[in-house]
């Protein structure tokens, strides 16, 4: 088993709607960030959220990190066709490490 | 703007040639990476490298080299290339503490 996995592996939405992606995980993290693919592209960094916190956000991004279930979940809320794209979660490799994993993400497709 | 940089988007390459895939970052991090991603695998760790000189063996390394002589460059070999290595390879960087930052990735063909 791995040490992160998104749910959905697919998410098909109308403009305007929000889109939810779930992370869920397997070890102990002090942090744990989410990144965005574009198709072709390399990931980029969204955002980060550290153990101690429980929600964050960042513009149209809210993030928010449940220790005690080892799960995470990304909101993007009023969407738009630009937001499609894949979404990573990415929990340290393993308790401790500096190394992130990065699994198979989430497609997130908005229709216009 | 910091940037990692690949230097090629595409690449075809015949079964048995050497490749090499080129990464360089401006960010003086000390952490560096080569993935593999492919549809539904996620991406995949071949090599990193915590140092100038220093290279660790990640998920996949077979079939791989890297090189690391400069700490702002590291490169990725294909020693003889072969079909299934035909992928998007993405370097990436970081510094301990901060985000890892991509490059735009290389898309590989072996034919």
């Known amino acids: 088993s791995q040490q992160g996995e998104e749910d959905p592996q697919a998410l098909s939405i109308q403009e305007g709607e929000n889109a939810t992606m779930n992370c869920s995980y397997k070890?102990?993290?002090?942090?744990l960030q989410w990144y965005r693919q574009n198709s072709g592209r390399g990931l980029v960094h969204l955002i980060l959220?550290?153990?101690?916190?429980r929600e964050k956000h960042s513009g149209r991004l809210r993030v928010t990190l449940d220790t005690s279930k080892k799960s995470s979940s990304l909101l993007i809320t009023a969407s738009r066709a630009a937001d499609t794209a894949s979404y990573f979660c990415?929990?340290?490799?393993?308790?401790?490490?500096?190394?992130?994993?990065f699994g198979t993400g989430t497609r997130l497709t908005v229709i216009p | 703007d910091v940037k990692v940089t690949q230097s090629s988007r595409y690449l075809v390459k015949r079964t048995g040639e050497k490749v090499f895939l080129e990464c360089v970052q401006d960010?003086?991090?000390?952490?560096m990476f080569w993935y593999r991603q492919d549809p539904g695998l996620g991406l995949r760790l071949i090599y990193f490298?915590?140092?100038?000189?220093?290279?660790e063996k990640g998920d996949i390394p077979e079939g791989y080299s890297v090189s690391r002589e400069k700490k702002e460059r590291f490169s990725l070999i294909l020693e003889s290339a072969s079909t299934n290595q035909t992928s998007m390879y993405l370097c990436?960087?970081?510094?301990?503490?901060?985000?890892?930052?991509f490059g735009s990735g290389t898309r590989l063909t072996v034919v």
């Open positions: 990415a929990p340290p490799l393993q308790t401790g490490a500096n190394n992130l994993f």
């Open positions: 070890t102990s993290i002090n942090n």
């Open positions: 959220i550290r153990s101690n916190e």
């Open positions: 960010m003086d991090h000390e952490n």
């Open positions: 490298s915590y140092d100038v000189k220093m290279k």
């Open positions: 990436a960087s970081f510094r301990q503490g901060l985000s890892y930052t």
